[in-house]
């Protein structure tokens, strides 16, 4: 493939807003779970709340819009200068050259949970002040922002479990490859609800401590909100050979069960494979892995046979979710982002939480930040119903 320039990005989790908390954290093998204190929420376990969301506030002429999901992509949006580098961007390529491509999962559910405990006590109607398309529709998310923005070109919402705000890049590098836009805002919003926190406790899969992903003891995942945003564009005769680039897509679709990966790693195998293909780069080439790594048993165990089959048992490689929990609609994104900063900044961050690694997943997993400036990295999002993500990113040069 063509690589396209990350000429902007940042993102806001649990670890902070904006890129140098974010950066910060990883460094110093920090993380940002905490007991969960959320919304009504009665579990134990642990989660990646961020603060400040409830205090941001949409434009009036947007407050259809208005819920917890939106107002997370707009604090995240305004983190970092990205905010005027889009716009700047869409000034430069037209609106209508320019594209919007978000991942979701919850959206905002959040908003019609507390209405339903509001409806009509006799006809089970539920509030009118509930505004489903602005705020639980799932293109809720890319309506406001289009709208804040002022975007005119094609914008689309993928909602694919965890592999939703990976899958946008390809998504946009194929408009932008077409020559239908010429640049494009992309990346991933979710934020905490209770169909989240409650589902995902009721198949047995949350942990009673921040999560522990490839540990010998992992039990489950830690459930976290973030928001984490990249602007895509094609390389242009000025652009530093030292800029950070997308170079290389691999999507497959295993399908092997709704919530369980197939316990081979095929699909991440595929999906491994055919970005390694795109990139036009050797498994060898390949410096750090940034791992899907949720903790939960069947994940890390397929994901290992996946990872060895296709580079082998040496290449480094940590999961970022002890640290900023599982983002789940924005894990690919925030993950692109964790990523970025690696290459820019110089080190491999470590797994943190995890005291022992499982000696059956056969992995280089790293507990401590190693302080050695990967060229290029490869990173993992895999989502219920087997639909599995990719991305190579690295230097432009």
């Known amino acids: 493939m063509t690589p396209l320039l990350l000429s902007h990005y940042t993102a806001t989790t649990c670890l902070g807003h904006g890129r140098a908390p974010m950066a910060a954290a990883l460094r110093e093998a920090r993380g940002g779970l905490a007991r969960c204190a959320f919304e009504t929420v009665d579990l134990d376990t642990c989660v990646g709340e961020i603060r400040g969301v409830d205090g941001e506030r949409l ?12 107002r997370l992509a707009q604090l995240a949006l305004r983190q ?11 000034a430069r390529v037209g609106r209508r050259r320019f594209g919007l491509y978000l991942g979701t999962s919850t959206s905002g559910i959040l908003e019609t949970e507390i209405a339903y405990r509001h409806r009509d006590p006799r006809t089970g109607t539920l509030p009118a002040a509930l505004s489903y398309r602005g705020t639980h529709n799932t293109f809720s998310v890319a309506a406001f922002v289009r709208e804040l923005l002022g975007v005119d070109g094609p914008t689309v919402v993928i909602s694919t479990a965890c592999s939703s705000s990976a899958k946008v890049f390809g998504a946009a590098h194929r408009m932008i490859e077409a020559g239908v836009i010429d640049a494009a805002l992309v ?5 905490l609800c209770l169909t989240t926190l409650y589902g995902f406790h009721s198949l047995q ?8 992903p490839f540990a010998t003891d992992r039990d489950g995942i830690s459930i976290g909100e973030g928001a984490a945003f990249a602007l895509l564009e094609r390389p242009g005769p000025r652009s530093s050979s030292e800029a950070i680039a997308l170079l290389g897509v691999g999507e497959s679709s295993d399908a092997y ?3 369980a990966p197939h316990p081979d790693g095929l699909g991440a195998r595929l999906a491994m494979e055919a970005a390694l293909a795109d990139a036009a780069v050797e498994p060898g080439q390949i410096d750090y892995v940034n791992v899907h790594g949720t903790a939960t048993p069947s994940n890390d165990r397929a994901e290992s046979c996946a990872i060895v089959a296709v580079l082998g048992t040496t290449v480094p490689c940590s999961s970022t979710k002890g640290a900023t929990g599982h983002t789940l609609g924005a894990a690919g994104a925030v993950e692109v982002v964790a990523c970025a900063i690696a290459i820019a900044e110089g080190f491999m961050p470590a797994g943190i939480n995890t005291a022992a690694v499982d000696p059956a997943l056969r992995v280089n997993y790293l507990t401590a930040t190693r302080s050695v400036r990967p060229s290029r990295v490869l990173t993992n999002s895999f989502g219920f119903g087997g639909t599995n993500c990719s991305l190579v990113l690295g230097r432009l040069g």
Not at 59 to 70: G, H, I
Not at 187 to 191: F, K
Not at 205 to 212: G, N, Q
């Open 257 to 259: 069960h709704l919530s």
């Open 187 to 191: 990346g991933g919003v979710d934020s």
């Open 59 to 70: 434009p009036a002429s947007l407050r259809e819009f208005d819920c917890r999901n939106n």
């Open 80 to 90: 970092d200068g990205f905010e005027d580098a889009v716009r700047a961007a869409i």
């Open 205 to 212: 899969l949350t942990s009673a401590v921040p999560c522990r």
